[in-house]
């Protein structure tokens, strides 16, 4: 599906569940809202549903960008620095610029968030870039070479591994 999203006119925007462009994941299912062209780069925003303990990301850090997570539904554990907080239903953590962050599913608990970054970096293109890898239309090296374009950097926290 493609998203039918505005283009920032400096009045807002809106995104709706029906224009919404969705990919449906073994892990779960990904919503794309906002990207920085449609709110004039303050934020870019997102919706994920990770199933039965499923990876939302991997340990990285985003030098310019600050990363919000608000859990919709489930349980989550989300790294922040070096701790790693397990959130719930209502609960809001803040990764950031900087400081090596993480999400998941927890453990046997399905988990549904709304992900915020601020300000605003362009990743519709990840995301999808995500999906081709995971179907086998990309390869996992050119993706991952690719993450540096989004501000994406790998971090290696030792705590992580072990949850």
């Not at 990301?57 to 701790?83: I, K, Q």
């Not at 709304?114 to 239309?137: A, C, K, M, S, Y």
């Not at 090296?141 to 501000?151: R, V, W």
């Amino acid at each position: 599906m493609t998203a039918v999203a505005p283009i920032f006119d400096g009045t807002g925007a809106v995104a709706t569940a029906a224009d919404a462009e969705t990919f449906e994941l073994a892990i779960g299912k990904l919503q794309l809202l906002l990207d920085a062209t449609h709110t004039g780069g303050a934020l870019s925003a997102h919706r994920c549903l990770l199933r039965n303990g499923a990876l939302g990301a991997n340990p990285h850090r985003h030098h310019t960008a600050t990363e919000l997570f608000y859990v919709l539904s489930g349980s989550a554990d989300v790294l922040a620095g070096d701790r790693i907080i397990r959130a719930t239903e209502g609960d809001l953590v803040v990764a950031p610029s900087n400081a090596p962050h993480a999400f998941a599913a927890t453990r046997d608990c399905d988990a549904e968030l709304f992900v915020v970054i601020t300000p605003g970096i362009e990743r519709f293109e990840f995301f999808r870039d995500l999906v081709r890898v995971q179907v086998g239309q990309l390869d996992r090296e050119t993706f991952m070479a690719s993450q540096i374009n989004y501000d994406i950097h790998p971090a290696y926290i030792e705590i992580w591994d072990t949850r």
